[in-house]
């Protein structure tokens, strides 16, 4: 049975761009008040605009979500501006390559402390008092690549894979008060993730830049996917059908496929295969 989240309070983290703007923007058409968080005030002035078009409302709230006590004042000012927050959705995230072992230990540091502790941070800052009103949803944005594990992405591909276990472990726990939980896990879409991504190699930031440009679906399509999904309390989402595809192979054929994803980065072809792939939007 789906759910109704109209006239929702919902919170976005890293709502000033890309999915997180996307996925407020679906959301406002179901009349939601949205909490649009980012440290970008300029992105978010220009969501709130498109959100208010499109038949929603609410406020920007400038947060920087790897600081706890932030996040935290964040839940404070919501639930006392609001009484309450029906949808929680930690968006918010950055991207960096390189072979584990050359990648700055500063790097890893940085990503995690966005993509990690930022889903940490918002979860601790609110799920206890969205227990209380025995409702509710939450959308944790991972990656394809917390399942696919892919060469030279090490920071990335285990900060996405913690918070797939992270929402997992949510979804057992959260059942009995009635809050869903679901995890986006996308492949290539378009977006400003790579605006500030961290690399060692040129190489990883071409291919990085083709896999964006040749995305298969938009923003905003992947947010209506994500919506509808929530509506239905679906635990996973992959939006991108070749994605679920290479999912589906990693589950079956493990030996197969860690062999060919082996030979793709020790072989001297294996950038160009990968480039090519992405150009075709896998």
């Given at each position: 049975?789906?759910?109704?989240?109209?006239?929702?309070?919902?919170?976005?983290?890293?709502?000033?761009?890309?999915?997180?703007?996307?996925?407020?923007?679906?959301?406002?058409?179901?009349?939601?008040?949205?909490?649009?968080?980012d440290?970008?005030?300029?992105?978010?002035?220009?969501?709130?605009?498109?959100?208010?078009?499109?038949?929603?409302?609410?406020?920007v709230?400038?947060?920087?979500?790897?600081?706890?006590?932030?996040?935290?004042?964040?839940?404070?000012?919501?639930?006392?501006?609001?009484?309450?927050?029906?949808?929680?959705?930690?968006?918010?995230?950055?991207?960096?390559?390189g072979?584990?072992?050359?990648?700055?230990?500063?790097?890893?540091?940085?990503?995690?402390?966005?993509?990690?502790?930022?889903?940490?941070?918002?979860?601790?800052?609110?799920?206890?008092?969205?227990?209380?009103?025995?409702?509710?949803?939450?959308?944790?944005?991972?990656?394809?690549?917390g399942?696919?594990?892919s060469?030279?992405?090490?920071?990335?591909?285990?900060?996405?894979?913690?918070?797939?276990?992270?929402s997992?472990?949510?979804r057992?726990?959260?059942?009995?008060?009635?809050?869903?939980?679901?995890?986006?896990?996308?492949?290539?879409?378009?977006?400003?993730?790579?605006?500030?991504?961290?690399?060692?190699?040129?190489?990883?930031?071409?291919?990085?830049?083709?896999?964006?440009?040749?995305?298969?679906?938009?923003?905003?399509?992947?947010?209506?996917?994500?919506?509808?999904?929530?509506?239905?309390?679906?635990?996973?989402?992959?939006?991108?059908?070749?994605?679920?595809?290479?999912?589906?192979?990693?589950?079956?054929?493990?030996?197969?496929?860690?062999?060919?994803?082996?030979?793709?980065?020790?072989a001297?072809?294996?950038?160009?295969?990968?480039?090519?792939?992405?150009?075709?939007?896998?």
């Amino acid at each position: 049975m789906d759910k109704n989240f109209n006239g929702c309070v919902s919170v976005i983290t890293g709502a000033a761009s890309g999915i997180g703007r996307e996925l407020a923007v679906v959301l406002a058409r179901d009349r939601c008040t949205l909490v649009l968080s980012d440290i970008n005030r300029e992105g978010l002035e220009k969501t709130l605009e498109l959100v208010e078009k499109a038949g929603g409302a609410g406020e920007v709230y400038i947060c920087d979500v790897s600081d706890f006590d932030k996040v935290m004042g964040m839940a404070d000012h919501c639930f006392s501006r609001w009484g309450r927050v029906d949808i929680l959705i930690n968006n918010a995230g950055v991207a960096c390559t390189g072979v584990t072992g050359i990648l700055p230990m500063e790097d890893w540091k940085w990503l995690f402390s966005i993509n990690f502790w930022g889903v940490i941070h918002g979860c601790h800052a609110f799920i206890p008092r969205m227990k209380k009103q025995n409702r509710g949803h939450i959308l944790n944005v991972a990656s394809i690549a917390g399942i696919i594990s892919s060469p030279e992405m090490g920071p990335y591909n285990t900060s996405k894979a913690a918070v797939i276990s992270l929402s997992e472990t949510l979804r057992s726990e959260l059942a009995p008060v009635n809050i869903g939980v679901s995890v986006l896990c996308p492949s290539h879409i378009k977006t400003k993730l790579l605006d500030n991504m961290r690399y060692t190699d040129e190489d990883q930031r071409i291919i990085a830049n083709t896999g964006f440009d040749h995305a298969r679906i938009t923003a905003a399509k992947a947010a209506e996917i994500t919506v509808a999904a929530m509506k239905k309390n679906k635990l996973y989402i992959i939006p991108q059908g070749p994605a679920k595809a290479v999912w589906l192979w990693k589950r079956f054929a493990p030996a197969l496929f860690f062999a060919c994803m082996s030979r793709l980065t020790c072989a001297t072809w294996g950038k160009k295969a990968m480039l090519q792939l992405n150009r075709m939007g896998f």
